[in-house]
């Protein structure tokens, strides 16, 4: 399944070696009264878009500068799942979103090659976040939602066919050389570098990246089929090592093919049009039955940068990590470090949280980041399989699990944040279930029922169960959840007076009553900060939380994911 493929051999990329470039040392005479604004984005591809929207919508000052003059008009990315719904939902394009997606609502299939099943993963119905469990998208469509709903805000400008070609670190902003036209000067107080594996903004950092020697070629083809075809299953994988193929939706209409490169091709040759139409004509495509929209050889890699800030200068998305697509989980990366990165800087930005804070950005997604990147790599050493006794060995192994992912696939850690802001324990470190994702549920406030973001808003979210734990907050507490936009969210079972929180499923009443807490306090990016088992813990939660976006703490970096990887077929 593809997350969206990270670079086509047509590209002709910058070293992803993390060297650090100097600087343009001679800047333009600044203007007399230069705008600062709040946040430069350098890329505006889905990340850069969904960035500047989360801002705009805290009212802050953003301009995004995208070196093309035109949105890009073909496929690459394919797949979220239900935690980035969550996220376009927190931008306020949830249903403008669901309108250009194809939901799943059945299984995905992993087959050999005779066609018998090796896993069943069901992806039916909706996951923890209130959204279906996996979505797929056409890239052009979805940009045009997210780009329009940013340069709609006011405080939101847009600039393409702008090049960045220059930065300059100053004490309070940075000043950018922007080529193209209009070209000039721009100047913001920070620099957020979501513009790719090619990123110029990684360029200029002193910062080394890891890699963990994962290359594969695989020619993705984006169709348009002309009739009308019941596809079963829908997203499929065919682990044949005579040639290894996913089979996926491309988004409404649309169907993608992906054919694993063999040892005996080139990628010159696989990419042409000739080698698409052959691979596709055993599954019954042809020119008079279907149009190519796209196609290309990508590489496949598994790679993070090691710091994702200096500075005045962060990174976002492929500027900061890429993975194989084999999870789905490209562009989710990318979003959740959008979403993560927007609350803190909405916080710094305005002195509610002192800029150190920014450093957990850092210690938090990129382990969390490294999860992904481990799991599709596990993915990718089961599907990439080119001996046939090696495949027969795994086969069997799978077919014997029960087509169980539990038990067929590789182990993988969970996906938690790393360290970071997060409750602290009795000794220090983290408390338990900090930094895991919280879920969603639809509830009751004023007579409207709908998912929970929805009601509040968004935004640091405190659920409690019932009114009572709320009582140990003082003014001092009251004051400072307000001044960082908590949102209050007292839970009842039954019979909600007007300023309470119906929880008719029992979805977060449950939840808490099995854990044995009276309150969870969600942070803006829908992890969970803390919890706590009685009033006086909940007002010790509150004030952990004031202390940590005053003195934050941040941890040493961490690497979860052991490299090199195992060969191929070994286990």
């Not at 408390?431 to 879920?439: D, E, K």
Request: aromatic fraction near 8%; proline fraction near 9%.
């Amino acid at each position: 399944m593809s997350g969206g493929p990270p670079q086509a051999h047509d590209a002709s990329p910058q070293a992803y070696d993390g060297s650090a470039k100097a600087h343009d040392a001679s800047p333009k005479a600044h203007d007399a009264s230069p705008r600062v604004y709040d946040v430069a984005i350098v890329g505006f591809g889905p990340v850069g878009q969904t960035l500047a929207l989360l801002l705009g919508r805290a009212g802050r000052d953003v301009i995004a500068l995208e070196r093309w003059p035109d949105p890009y008009p073909l496929p690459r990315a394919a797949h979220f799942d239900h935690e980035i719904g969550r996220v376009f939902q927190a931008g306020g394009v949830g249903e403008e979103v669901r309108a250009v997606t194809d939901p799943v609502h059945d299984h995905y299939e992993w087959r050999n090659a005779a066609g018998e099943p090796l896993v069943r993963i069901d992806w039916s119905g909706n996951g923890p976040s209130g959204w279906p469990t996996a979505n797929f998208f056409s890239q052009p469509q979805l940009e045009a939602v997210l780009a329009g709903a940013a340069e709609s805000r006011p405080t939101v400008t847009v600039r393409r066919g702008c090049e960045v070609v220059g930065l300059h670190p100053e004490d309070e902003s940075v000043l950018l050389t922007v080529g193209g036209a209009p070209g000039g000067e721009v100047r913001a107080r920070y620099v957020v570098g979501a513009d790719g594996a090619n990123s110029f903004v990684r360029s200029t950092m002193n910062t080394s990246v890891t890699d963990l020697g994962f290359f594969y070629d695989w020619l993705v083809v984006d169709t348009v089929p002309h009739d009308q075809v019941t596809w079963s299953p829908k997203n499929w994988q065919l682990c044949d090592p005579r040639r290894p193929t996913t089979i996926v939706s491309g988004g409404p209409g649309r169907r993608r093919w992906e054919f694993m490169r063999l040892p005996h091709e080139s990628a010159e040759e696989l990419g042409t049009p000739e080698a698409a139409w052959r691979l596709l004509e055993p599954w019954g495509r042809t020119p008079e039955n279907t149009t190519i929209e796209r196609h290309a050889v990508y590489t496949f890699q598994a790679r993070w940068v090691d710091r994702w800030r200096e500075g005045r200068l962060i990174l976002a998305g492929d500027a900061a990590h890429q993975m194989p697509p084999f999870a789905g989980q490209g562009m989710c990366s990318g979003l959740r470090d959008a979403v993560n990165l927007a609350w803190k800087l909405d916080l710094v930005l305005d002195g509610r949280a002192d800029p150190a804070l920014l450093d957990t950005y850092t210690s938090e997604r990129s382990e969390h980041v490294q999860h992904a990147i481990g799991m599709s790599m596990a993915l990718g050493q089961v599907i990439c399989v080119l001996d046939p006794e090696a495949a027969a060995t795994r086969d069997a192994r799978m077919i014997a699990a029960g087509a169980d992912p539990r038990h067929a696939l590789p182990p993988t850690p969970p996906p938690v944040l790393g360290d970071g802001v997060l409750q602290r324990g009795p000794d220090g470190g983290r408390a338990p279930h900090t930094g895991h994702l919280t879920p969603q549920y639809e509830v009751t406030h004023q007579g409207r029922t709908a998912l929970l973001d929805d009601l509040t808003g968004g935004g640091f979210t405190l659920l409690t169960d019932g009114p009572g734990p709320l009582d140990a907050l003082d003014a001092a507490d009251h004051d400072f959840l307000a001044g960082i936009g908590v949102r209050l969210v007292p839970l009842y079972a039954r019979d909600a007076p007007p300023g309470g929180y119906l929880d008719a499923s029992d979805g977060y009443l449950s939840h808490l009553r099995e854990r044995g807490h009276v309150a969870a306090l969600v942070r803006p990016d829908f992890y969970l900060f803390g919890a706590a088992a009685d009033a006086a813990e909940l007002r010790e939660l509150v004030g952990q939380l004031r202390d940590q976006l005053r003195h934050p703490v941040v941890p040493p970096r961490r690497t979860t994911v052991p490299a090199p990887p195992a060969a191929v077929g070994e286990r």
